[in-house]
């Protein structure tokens, strides 16, 4: 995989209350909490599984002790997200990492089934020519969105057809990405979608899925 290739984790402190809200009329806000750290680190565990380069982007406290665990345990820097909306911090991401890397993909924390080898075909997609790639979510949404380096203007269209106005946490962005792609003839790469953890009924797939490693990096 090439070295110009950068994943940003996008994420949150676990603070009961703030994070998984849905979730919480079934666990807990305690236990929406912890599920939430365990999955941050099991995401951070799997881009560690590759050679690309890596970076955790915070909304809200990014001194959280939890976080601070998390940057030595895996050796990966802390960012602090910008912008009013998720759109406008994606964007501040790309914008701040595209010019030191020839592709960025950008990942939340909320997918257990997300490997290694899917960031590596992400890798490859956007290497092989594909302007943007991505790999859509079983709820209409997406895991992963990566984007090539292109020439400015070019890539200032691109970035704001993914990730301005977008309505986000509905069943639309998705097909509105693809709409909005093939209005400014994009070249994009799809991966077959896979399921996050939003909802009390994911709950159930997610026991039989995610389990702690015997060791971690240290």
């Not at 079934?26 to 799997?46: F, M, Q, S, V």
């Not at 590759?50 to 955790?56: D, K």
């Not at 997200?81 to 998720?86: F, K, T």
């Not at 790469?189 to 009924?201: A, Y």
Request: proline share 6%; aromatic share 4%.
């Amino acid at each position: 995989m090439s070295a110009t290739y950068h994943v940003a984790i996008f994420s949150k402190p676990p603070v009961a209350g703030e994070v998984k809200t849905r979730l919480i009329p079934a666990i807990g806000p305690d236990g929406a909490a912890e599920l939430h750290h365990r999955l941050l680190r099991h995401t951070l565990r799997t881009v560690c599984q590759t050679s690309c380069a890596r970076s955790l982007w915070i909304a809200g406290e990014i001194a959280h002790p939890t976080l601070l665990d998390a940057s030595h345990d895996f050796g990966i820097g802390l960012r602090k997200q910008e912008g009013g909306d998720l759109g406008a911090r994606m964007k501040q991401a790309m914008l701040h990492l595209l010019p030191h890397a020839e592709t960025v993909a950008l990942i939340g924390t909320d997918c257990p089934v997300l490997e290694a080898r899917h960031l590596e075909q992400v890798s490859a997609a956007l290497h092989s020519g594909a302007e943007v790639a991505v790999i859509p979510a079983a709820d209409g949404g997406y895991v992963l969105i990566g984007v090539a380096h292109t020439g400015d203007t070019r890539l200032d269209t691109i970035l704001g057809a993914l990730f301005d106005d977008m309505p986000w946490s509905t069943d639309r962005v998705m097909s509105l990405t693809r709409d909005r792609l093939q209005a400014i003839s994009a070249t994009w790469h799809e991966l077959p979608d896979l399921w996050d953890v939003d909802r009390p009924e994911d709950l159930m797939r997610l026991n039989n899925t995610l389990r702690e490693p015997s060791v971690e990096p240290r």
